[in-house]
């Protein structure tokens, strides 16, 4: 089982390779010129006396929430186009699961890849934002375990909606109603209590929202036992869940 | 190597397999030939252990493959009807990466590699990008790539479909070749040559049944006569009533083909009637006969 897990992610790797370098702007540039532009930039007209800043500079507020999106934004370039062309385009999955791999191997492999991914996109951006001086405690060192999680949890999900959806225009979609929104809305760049009060709860359930809070919490130092149970409760839930659906998608689509 | 009875693939209110009894032995060549849409790749997915079986047993190497199916595939080679190579990775990487799907240590993988590459003659296109190949040459690859784990059994849905003469000519040779060392290959084509050339034993399905099975010469021999006339008259004049010359007469839109054991014994006679085809073909029966007397001449799709 781990042999098989271990040589789809492998097999990845193998094909990273060669096109690495066409992913570095949107790996590591992409983060930090939002970085630069917000946090550092835009920061200078954002007045640190605001209470709901609690007292943060604006980079020190938004580089671990950048932390948390560039994890999503990582894991879903593993898990939309190259997942529809695995299943649809290219057909390499069937190539793989007429080997001894099966189903929940592979996908659970691509899922670990997209971990591979994150792990080294948001080690890479903690670093940057550590040298500009936009996390204030010693926690913060745990952040971008935070962020794979949360990258994680997108993975499974984005991955599971991938296998299910009915035709690629959903692709475009699950970017343009699913990940821009949640890139502006989930307490990234401004705290949520901002958002119009009906519309507070709903941050409360995406998945962003968890794991920009988590990395927040540990970047400033403000940790509480209970928000922090909850947020890796409910990531571990949403990887979990969004595994068992990915598998039944790409099942029904492979072993018909 | 395979025992199927009352086989059968359902999906939602289709019946792609109906029922089929067969069974493969180890060292044969064993080919399933019929129309489009007649079962065969369905039968084939089941086989490969990728689809479940809707109903009857499915025997594959022995083991049951809705229980088995990772034991079963760890013997087993795939050459789909598409080729799904990885266009991202080169024709070696290719084959390595497969190899650690099987398992295969390092050393085992690198020494197959070269070994198969040399086999499908692509040995000095190693490091070149699959999408720069020829179809031939891309079929060739995927061969080889369902070979890495040197597989007791190779299922080839349509192997030859789509290439050029010289390429399925090499393609049967590398075939062949396997088929000597004791591989048991099993195939569908509707291609009638290769199913002549390649098959130790076949069925013909049509609509989800297997409407015929025995050697390429049995087929012949059992169902049509042993030589075909063809006779072909200018469209204005139709064609004259000849149907008491042979065994078996099949009149077409401005062609008929008449089945005798002595085909120019059939010319002479209609020469004798003073009757002059635009073209008269003498030919010995082939399988394609077989085919078409058994699968009808409709089109299907």
């Known amino acids: 089982m781990a042999g098989r897990v271990v040589a789809v992610v492998g097999w990845h790797a193998q094909a990273y390779r060669r096109m690495w370098f066409g992913t570095m702007t949107v790996t590591f540039l992409n983060p930090i010129f939002f970085l630069l532009a917000m946090g550092v930039m835009l920061g200078t007209l954002v007045d640190?006396?605001?209470?709901?800043?609690?007292?943060?500079?604006?980079?020190?507020?938004?580089?671990?929430a950048l932390l948390a999106t560039t994890a999503m934004?990582?894991?879903?370039?593993?898990?939309?186009?190259?997942?529809?062309?695995?299943?649809?385009?290219?057909?390499?999955?069937?190539?793989?699961?007429?080997?001894?791999?099966?189903?929940?191997?592979?996908?659970?492999?691509?899922?670990?890849?997209?971990?591979?991914?994150?792990?080294?996109?948001?080690?890479?951006?903690?670093?940057?934002?550590?040298?500009?001086?936009?996390?204030?405690s010693p926690l913060a060192v745990l952040a971008p375990f935070a962020a794979l999680l949360c990258g994680l949890a997108f993975a499974a999900v984005i991955a599971a909606l991938s296998a299910w959806m009915k035709s690629d225009q959903y692709l475009a979609a699950t970017y343009r109603f699913g990940l821009v929104p949640l890139f502006l809305f989930s307490g990234t760049f401004f705290p949520i209590s901002q958002l119009p009060a009906w519309l507070e709860p709903l941050a409360w359930a995406t998945p962003l929202w968890h794991g920009v809070e988590l990395c927040r919490d540990l970047a400033t130092g403000d940790v509480a036992a209970g928000a922090t149970a909850l947020h890796v409760g409910y990531l571990v839930v949403l990887v979990l869940v969004g595994l068992a659906i990915a598998v039944r998608g790409c099942g029904r689509e492979l072993e018909r | 190597m395979i025992e199927a009875q009352g086989l059968t693939k359902r999906y939602d209110e289709v019946v792609a397999v109906d029922g089929i009894d067969f069974a493969v032995e180890r060292g044969e060549t064993f080919g399933f030939l019929g129309p489009n849409g007649?079962?065969?790749?369905?039968?084939?997915?089941?086989?490969?252990?990728?689809?479940?079986?809707?109903?009857?047993?499915?025997?594959?190497?022995?083991?049951?493959?809705?229980?088995?199916?990772?034991?079963?595939?760890?013997?087993?080679?795939?050459?789909?009807?598409?080729?799904?190579?990885?266009?991202?990775?080169?024709?070696?990487?290719?084959?390595?990466?497969?190899?650690?799907?099987?398992?295969?240590?390092?050393?085992?993988?690198?020494?197959?590699?070269?070994?198969?590459?040399?086999?499908?003659?692509?040995?000095?296109?190693r490091d070149a990008k699959v999408d720069s190949l020829s179809g031939g040459m891309k079929r060739r690859l995927t061969i080889a790539r369902a070979l890495v784990a040197t597989p007791e059994l190779l299922l080839l849905d349509e192997p030859t479909t789509g290439l050029d003469p010289q390429a399925r000519h090499a393609l049967w040779d590398r075939l062949y070749r396997l088929k000597q060392e004791g591989v048991t290959l099993v195939l569908t084509t509707h291609y009638m040559d290769e199913a002549e050339q390649l098959c130790d034993r076949l069925v013909i399905m049509?609509?989800?049944?297997?409407?015929?099975?025995?050697?390429?010469?049995?087929?012949?021999?059992?169902?049509?006569?042993?030589?075909?006339?063809e006779l072909r008259f200018g469209t204005q004049n139709g064609v004259p009533p000849l149907g008491d010359l042979g065994d078996h007469v099949e009149v077409l839109q401005d062609r008929i083909v008449i089945g005798a054991a002595d085909g120019d014994a059939v010319v002479d006679a209609v020469h004798a009637r003073g009757l002059r085809p635009d073209t008269v073909l003498v030919r010995r029966a082939t399988l394609e006969d077989v085919f078409l007397r058994l699968t009808g001449r409709t089109l299907v799709d």
């Open chain 2, 206 to 229: 049509d609509r989800a049944k297997i409407v015929a099975e025995g050697s390429p010469r049995e087929l012949i021999d059992r169902h049509v006569e042993r030589e075909m006339v």
């Open chain 1, 48 to 64: 640190r006396s605001n209470p709901d800043l609690d007292g943060l500079s604006y980079l020190e507020f938004v580089a671990p």
């Open chain 2, 38 to 125: 007649a079962g065969k790749s369905s039968t084939m997915r089941m086989i490969g252990t990728v689809s479940p079986v809707s109903g009857g047993t499915l025997r594959v190497l022995g083991r049951d493959p809705q229980a088995d199916g990772p034991a079963i595939r760890q013997r087993l080679g795939v050459v789909p009807q598409e080729d799904n190579l990885d266009l991202e990775l080169n024709v070696g990487e290719n084959l390595q990466v497969y190899g650690r799907f099987f398992g295969l240590p390092r050393d085992v993988i690198a020494r197959r590699t070269s070994e198969l590459l040399d086999f499908v003659q692509l040995a000095d296109r």
């Open chain 1, 73 to 136: 934004q990582t894991a879903a370039s593993v898990t939309t186009f190259p997942v529809r062309a695995g299943l649809k385009w290219w057909r390499t999955y069937h190539a793989v699961v007429a080997t001894p791999v099966r189903v929940h191997e592979l996908v659970t492999g691509v899922v670990a890849w997209a971990g591979v991914r994150v792990g080294v996109a948001v080690t890479v951006f903690a670093l940057v934002a550590a040298v500009a001086g936009a996390f204030v």
